[in-house]
Structure formats: C-alpha cells, structure tokens
C-alpha cells in the first residue's frame, strides 16, 4: 500500500533536478500511505514524473522500491495497491521465459505488462490498484484503477500538463494546480454526504472511474476506457443464473470467499483483522482461522454509550474463533479529537460521521498489525441494508394503493411532529424500534406516491433539495435518477444493489475505509469485494440474498459453518457515534463558528436562512438534524484547511 503521484508535462523543457523537486514534492503530501521509503523517476526529455512514497507490505527489500522499470526498459510503474494473484501469474511468466530479481508483486505486473500489453495484463490482475504507468516506447502515460474502486486516483489536465495522485493534496502541490469549487458537486455533497464520482469538489478534477484505464498522449485529450464494468456483470448474471441447489451454493460461496481471505493473508509484516461481531467481518475473522494454525488477530472498538456499543458481540465471535482479540473502549474525548483532523484526512469534503470510528479502530490496530482485512461490501452484495426492504415494501404497497389514499396517509403522518412519533415509538419494544423513528416517518411521506427509485434517493439524503441551502446549485445527474436502470435490474431489491455498489460503496465506504487506514499508515484489504466474488454475487437469484426483510441468507449460510447464528443474529447497528448529543454539548461553539450566519453569507456557498433554522431546533431538542448539520460541518472545516 502506496501513495503515488506524478505529471506528463511535455512542453515545460524543464531540468531534470526541477522536475524531480516538484513530484517529490507532489508525494510529500500523502507521506502518511507510504512512511516506509520515497522515490521518483524522471524522464526531462519526455516531460514525464512518477513519484512513490512506499509503505512496505511485500518483498520488503530495496528489490520492492518503486517507481521501478521493466525488465526490457520500455515500462516504468508506480502503484498503489496489491495484486493478490501475483503468485499465479509470476509462475505463467516464468514459463514463458520471464526471469525476476525480487519477489514484488511490482515486478511480476511489469512482466505481465511486456508480455500481454497493458489493457490484457490488467484483466489479469486481481486485487485493488492505482497503477501510473509510462511506455517509454509509445510516449503514453496510462492510469488505471482497480474494478471497484478500492484505492483512489485522482486526475486533472491544466493546459498541457496531466497531474495526477493518490490525493488532492497531491494534484495542489504542482505549480500548475488552478481549480475552483465546483458549486454541482457541492450540491450534491450537501445530498450523499460525499462528492459522486467521476467529478470532486473541484471543477476539471476527477477521480478516475473504476474498471477505467486513462490514456494521455502530448498534446492530446486525455482518452477515458473501461476495462470492466458492473453493467456488464450484472446483465450476465442474471441472464445466466447460478441453477444449483442452495447447498451446492453455500458451497461455492465458501470456497470463494475461502479462497479471497487466503490471498489477502500474503505478507511480509503482521497481519489481523477489523471485527464487530456482525455477518461480514465475522465472516472474514472465521475464513481467517479457518485457514490458520495459530491464533489470528482481531481488534474492535467499544464505546461506553450502549446504542452504539458492539464490543461484546465482537469479543463473542473471537472467542469462539480463537483469535487473538484485542478491543479498545473509547472514551468520548478521544473521539472529539478526532475531529479537527478529519479535513486533513479528507482533502475533500466528506461526511459520513462513522468516520471517526473507522480512524479509532485503524489508530489502535496500526499499533499491533501493518494489514487488516475488512468486512465492507457484504451489504452492497448481499443485500444486507434495512433500506432494500423498505424499499422492496413501499413498491408492493404503492402497487394497490389508489394515490388518494396515498396523500391521506402522508397527511396524517404530517399531522404529528417527528418528536412526537419518537415519543410514541418509545411504546415498542427497543430491538424493534427504528432510531428517529419521526424521521423516517415523514421520509415515507415525502414518498408515498413515488416508487423505490424515488424513495432510495430520499433515504440516502440528507438534504433532499440541496439547491435550497447550496447557493446556485443545480445538482448533476447521478445514476440514483437514471430510470434506464430499471430495464437492466428489474428485481427491485438488486437495483439498489447495483446503484449502491457503482456510488456508495466506491464514493462513502471505501473512501473512508481508505483515508482512516492510511491516515495511520494501516493497509485495509476487503476480501468480500474480490471481482469473483462481485461476479458469482450477481449470478444468484434474489431470493439467495433476501429472504422476507432479512438480507445476506447465503452469506449468513456460510457463516454458519463457522460461528453458532446466536452469536451474530441480532439487529444492524451502524458504526456510529453520537454526534447529536455532542453538537449540543461538547462540540457546540466548534459547531456555531462554523455555523454562523455572518460567516456563511460572507462565503457565499450556503444559504444561511435553513441552515440557522436547522441549527436551532437540534439545540432546541425538537428535531435530530445531526445529519445534515455534520454534511454542512464538514465542508466548512474542509473549506477551512484547503481554501482558507
């Protein structure tokens, strides 16, 4: 795991010396994904520079060092990332004639560029990857990245100069960096809580697409082509479905996910696992010792609040396994620390508040392990969100619902405030009970006459009209409102699938499994999101995922082998904290310069009027806006640390 960056500046003619200072400087800015080592590599003549900044996981001798050339001369590589396969394919090459120096997975992708080309080689490859590589040969740079979107790559053209990073913070740091908010992807952040991909917070700047290759020539567009897509995997799943009995499927899921958790387990330095007791990461912990004659290592996080404690649930699963456990309970005033880092972190705006747990759990688990393999994904696979089902209900309601009744019931819904649902909600039973049970009432109103398209998009919002509070900003077009999706995933619970894994999972769960990681110099690998198993995912018939309002069955199947279902059956919790209650104690005047209304007319992007009145009523009790308050807090400190 890596932080690179670089640039192809064909007309600057500058020295050699210059242009190695400025991609050294490019690659101080993300220090933190590679503390190990730094290099470049500079061809003046071509006008091209790959810089590297190492974090140390395979083939830990100087043999591993990048930027690093192909054997032949033509290629110089510069990733970010893991090839999990590279045993398989170093063996193939050297069938082939291919001799190596060391044993990086580096050196084997260089040969498997040689011998196949690049846009072959890389269909070959399997794991997560930001790869920069130059063909000295054909004068091209090539960007690409991994099928999912697991590691991050951003990309900008200013003039005739291609920069590109690991970060952000990278691309500012060349002296041809110029870029201006960009007021529809501030929109839409006010909506999702994170910028969508392919743009970012920046007008011109992009993140580069995953399953994408890049091309740049001198003087020449920057040429964008996919090398997979989930489109092309979720047709041919469900035109070929899995056709075996829901053993042989359990069978082939475990073997799968067996195998995944196997190649994520290569490394030269320790090795553990994030545990919070429920199906994917209990998963993930199991086919880990399953595999393993000693002990593995397991690390969660409690908190003392209990509606967001998991730790003994954790501690359960681990000691069932046998693994090595090892739990931290956070104290409020560690979490609140956190906080001024996070624009730091995230060199654009993010908000997902589970944020601050996720870097918790990295932070403690850096100071035992250099990997950790990670449970994300199960959900977007294996259709594991309480939303789906939501979903999935309000179709088949609104399908013999006349729209009169409809507007009736959204009427009566209105007629009490959400407090005053919460406190009739108080009645039912607490592992019953929804949180802001208020809330989603009036989000199911705000629907009852839409279909689950609409209702997705307004329960994954937490500003359902943004163009109210972003001044001038009329939102892009997501794919949350392509209505095209439908004629390619008709079951209902798979389309939020696919609109989930091709936009939150790349854009908010892995985004912050990435920067709270490697904030900490911590490789997170996520076995769950192996393209094969993404792919057998898509060839199971619905009901092997959801079965009534229950998601995973298979994956839940398969836990079953391993972990008695008492020990992980129970209902989600996220990964949260309480960020209601500290925006009205602890973090209240951090909250109210950030949130003054002098301050937001003066900057010019939000409008103050429903931001104030929002702010109010959380400090007055009568409704939680901790959401949409943490969206609009979170740009503030962005804009705060990058464009003071």
Not at 244 to 271: F, T
Not at 507 to 535: C, F, G, N, Q, W
Request: proline share 7%.
């Amino acid at each position: 795991m890596c932080g690179i960056a670089g640039y192809l500046d064909v007309g600057a003619h500058a020295p050699a010396e210059e242009m190695a200072r400025r991609v050294r400087a490019m690659c101080d800015t993300v220090a933190n994904r590679g503390p190990d080592d730094a290099d470049e590599w500079v061809d003046a003549a071509s006008g091209i520079a790959l810089g590297h900044r190492r974090l140390a996981i395979i083939d830990l001798s100087p043999l591993g060092r990048q930027p690093m050339r192909s054997a032949d001369g033509r290629y110089v590589i510069t990733y970010n990332g893991e090839v999990y396969n590279f045993g398989e394919l170093r063996a193939e090459l050297e069938a082939l004639g291919h001799r190596f120096r060391g044993g990086s997975d580096t050196e084997v992708m260089l040969a498997a560029m040689v011998q196949w080309g690049p846009q072959r080689a890389v269909t070959r490859f399997a794991g997560m990857f930001a790869i920069a590589l130059w063909d000295a040969e054909a004068r091209v740079l090539r960007l690409v990245r991994d099928r999912i979107g697991v590691k991050p790559l951003y990309w900008c053209r200013r003039g005739g100069v291609v920069l590109f990073g690991s970060g952000l913070k990278a691309l500012m740091a060349h002296p041809a960096w110029r870029a201006e908010i960009d007021i529809e992807s501030a929109a839409a952040f006010a909506r999702y809580s994170y910028v969508p991909g392919p743009a970012t917070i920046f007008g011109d700047v992009h993140k580069l697409a995953p399953g994408t290759i890049l091309t740049a020539r001198a003087g020449a567009v920057p040429v964008l082509r996919p090398y997979w897509t989930l489109e092309a995997i979720a047709a041919a799943g469900q035109a070929e479905r899995f056709a075996g009995s829901e053993s042989e499927a359990v069978d082939r899921l475990d073997a799968l996910l067996g195998d995944a958790v196997r190649r994520r387990m290569v490394a030269d330095v320790p090795l553990g696992a994030f545990l919070s007791g429920g199906i994917d990461s209990s998963t993930v912990v199991a086919l880990m010792q399953a595999q393993n004659p000693r002990p593995v290592r397991s690390f969660s996080i409690g908190f003392f609040e209990p509606g967001f404690n998991e730790a003994d649930h954790a501690k359960a699963v681990a000691a069932h396994l046998g693994t090595d456990h090892t739990e931290l309970y956070v104290s409020p005033d560690h979490a609140l620390a956190v906080i001024p880092r996070l624009a730091e972190m995230y060199d654009e705006p993010f908000a997902d508040a589970s944020q601050i747990p996720t870097y918790l759990v990295a932070e403690m688990t850096r100071r035992h392990v250099t990997v950790a393999l990670s449970g994300d994904g199960g959900d977007e696979l294996f259709a594991g969100y309480t939303r789906y089902f939501q979903a999935r209900a309000l179709v088949q309601a609104l399908e013999h619902l006349p729209a009169a009744a409809g507007n009736l019931m959204a009427a009566a819904i209105r007629a009490l405030p959400p407090g005053g649902w919460s406190s009739l909600g108080g009645a039912i039973p607490d592992r019953w009970r929804p949180p802001q049970l208020g809330d989603k009432l009036y989000k199911l109103a705000a629907v009852l006459k839409g279909d689950s398209d609409d209702f997705y998009r307004l329960v994954i919002s937490h500003w359902p009209e943004p163009e109210k509070i972003v001044r001038g900003g009329v939102e892009p077009k997501t794919p949350s409102g392509d209505r095209a999706l439908e004629a390619l995933v008709r079951d209902p619970v798979e389309r939020l699938q696919y609109l989930d894994t091709i936009t939150y999972l790349p854009d908010d769960i892995l985004t912050k499994l990435d920067r709270a990681s490697m904030a900490v110099s911590l490789e997170a690998r996520v076995p769950l999101l192996d393209h094969r198993v993404v792919a057998f995912s898509w060839s199971l018939p619905p009901q092997f995922k959801a079965r009534g309002n229950s998601g995973k069955y298979l994956l839940r199947r398969v836990l079953d082998r391993y972990v008695p279902r008492t020990l992980v059956e129970r209902p989600k919790m996220g990964f949260g904290v309480p960020i209601d209650a500290w925006l009205r104690g602890p973090l209240r005047d951090w909250a109210e310069t950030l949130l003054g209304e002098a301050r937001l007319a003066r900057e010019g992007i939000f409008d103050p009027a429903p931001i104030r009145e929002k702010w109010g009523e959380h400090l007055g009790g009568t409704r939680n806006w901790q959401y949409a308050l943490w969206n609009v807090l979170m740009f503030q400190a962005w804009k705060e640390r990058w464009l003071p």
